[in-house]
């Protein structure tokens, strides 16, 4: 769910450089594939939830008890990186979307 988190931000402030350069049928395609991908992250991850309780770790917690603790703790590591680049991406989008909305100023 991390890297569609940093997928959104790209596809939305890119998705009119994406339709100029590739066309309107591949920008629909690429569109297709992430919604195919949040719909089987999601079916995927209700499957796992559905075995019992949630404990106090979230995702991890559901992965590690399902999984095992060896591949829950990679899955764990993956978690934090993707969470970090995320939250720099987010970042990154925020002050695109406001240079975009706000003209620059020019000073004589």
Request: charged fraction near 5%; glycine fraction near 14%.
């Given at each position: 769910?991390?890297?569609?988190?940093?997928?959104?931000?790209?596809?939305?402030?890119?998705?009119?450089?994406?339709?100029?350069?590739?066309?309107?049928?591949?920008?629909?395609?690429?569109?297709?594939?992430?919604?195919?991908?949040?719909?089987?992250?999601?079916?995927?991850?209700?499957?796992?939830?559905?075995?019992?309780?949630?404990?106090?770790?979230?995702?991890?917690?559901?992965?590690?008890?399902?999984?095992?603790?060896?591949?829950?703790?990679?899955?764990?590591?993956c978690f934090f990186m993707?969470?970090?680049?995320?939250?720099?991406?987010?970042?990154?989008?925020?002050?695109?979307?406001?240079?975009?909305?706000?003209?620059?100023?020019?000073?004589?």
């Amino acid at each position: 769910p991390a890297i569609q988190n940093i997928f959104g931000v790209i596809l939305f402030l890119r998705l009119p450089w994406l339709v100029g350069k590739g066309g309107l049928i591949e920008s629909f395609l690429v569109v297709v594939v992430a919604c195919l991908a949040t719909g089987l992250t999601g079916s995927s991850l209700s499957a796992i939830a559905t075995n019992g309780k949630i404990g106090g770790g979230g995702n991890y917690y559901l992965i590690s008890r399902s999984l095992g603790p060896a591949i829950g703790a990679s899955v764990g590591l993956c978690f934090f990186m993707a969470n970090a680049l995320g939250s720099a991406m987010y970042l990154i989008g925020t002050v695109e979307a406001f240079e975009m909305a706000s003209p620059a100023q020019i000073v004589t």
